[in-house]
């Protein structure tokens, strides 16, 4: 009897511990499910432009982002209070967005209000946080211009672009790491590629530029065996064609030479004009002189 009742009270306070053990991990537990930050990717960014949002941008290199990561957990623990989404972005495995919202330091605080942009700049504590949101101190803040919100086409093309260089780190880091190619034949890889899609580019550029702007055309020069010449026809053969080579020849030949006798006489009729002209002034000068005489 007495063994089992020292037995009992032994296990008493076992069982108190681990009934307080028990209660500290569901707190914990309960906490971290509170304090957890809603992560930010290329496929879901959108859902920032509904709401109020605090994102920070960081990377897992920087030293002043691991030292604001204490603070941004404990801020997101009241992000249920103040009615607000708090959440982050890794620029290392998100280049898009860093070129959508023009992240060139770390860490990087946005704000965003059904779908305003706003850079934060004040302190990163905690209750500066708290008091940024519950004070509505971001009404103080002007937005963002609208051709630099990240949802514009300037900032969709920017994101593209940062895409762009990191496919293409990532396709230089193959071929000289995995396939084994040197560096120097990487970048003669992408030389070429980037001489084809220019030429490629270029083609298209001239097709649709001469689709939406057509150039003259040239207008084409009729025969002289196909012109008329004025008082006469041209003869045809039973079959509606023109006659042979030779009868062209001589058409235009005697179209040629009509023209300059057109032309002669012309320049001879002119002469006349002039010389009758001429006659006419001197004998008008002529005559005025004799009567002032």
């Known amino acids: 009897m007495a063994a089992s009742a020292g037995a009992g009270a032994c296990g008493r306070p076992v069982l108190v511990l681990m009934a307080l053990q028990l209660l500290l991990w569901s707190t914990t537990s309960s906490r971290a499910e509170r304090s957890s930050v809603k992560v930010i990717t290329d496929h879901n960014w ?37 009615g607000v989404n708090v959440a982050k972005v890794d620029v290392t495995e998100q280049p898009g967005l860093s070129g959508r919202f023009i992240i060139t330091a770390l860490p990087t605080i946005y704000h965003c209000k059904d779908g305003e942009f706003r850079k934060y700049q004040g302190p990163r504590m ?9 004070g509505k101190k971001w009404e103080t803040i002007e937005p963002m211009y609208s051709w630099l919100q990240p949802s514009s086409f300037l900032m969709t093309s920017m994101s593209a672009l940062f895409q762009l260089s990191m496919w293409i780190r990532h396709c230089h880091n193959y071929f000289t790491e995995d396939i084994g190619i040197p560096v120097w034949g990487s970048y003669i890889i992408f030389a070429l590629m980037t001489l084809f899609s220019g030429l490629v580019l270029g083609l298209i550029l001239v097709f649709v530029a001469d689709y939406v702007l057509p150039t003259r055309r040239y207008k084409h020069q009729p025969h002289c065996s196909e012109r008329k010449m004025p008082g006469s026809k041209l003869l045809q053969s039973k079959d509606g064609h023109l006659q042979d080579e030779a009868n062209e020849d001589g058409q235009c030949s005697h179209e040629r030479k009509s023209s300059s006798k057109r032309l002669e006489k012309t320049l001879v009729k002119d002469d006349m004009d002039y010389l009758h002209d001429t006659v006419r002034k001197r004998t008008l000068e002529y005559t005025s002189r004799t009567d002032d005489s």
């Open 46 to 82: 959108r859902e920032m432009l509904q709401g109020e949002w605090m994102v920070e941008f960081y990377a897992p290199w920087c030293p002043a982002c691991q030292q604001l990561k204490a603070e941004w957990n404990e801020f997101a623990e009241w992000s249920d209070d103040l």
């Open 126 to 134: 905690k209750n500066d946080f708290i008091d940024f949101i519950d």
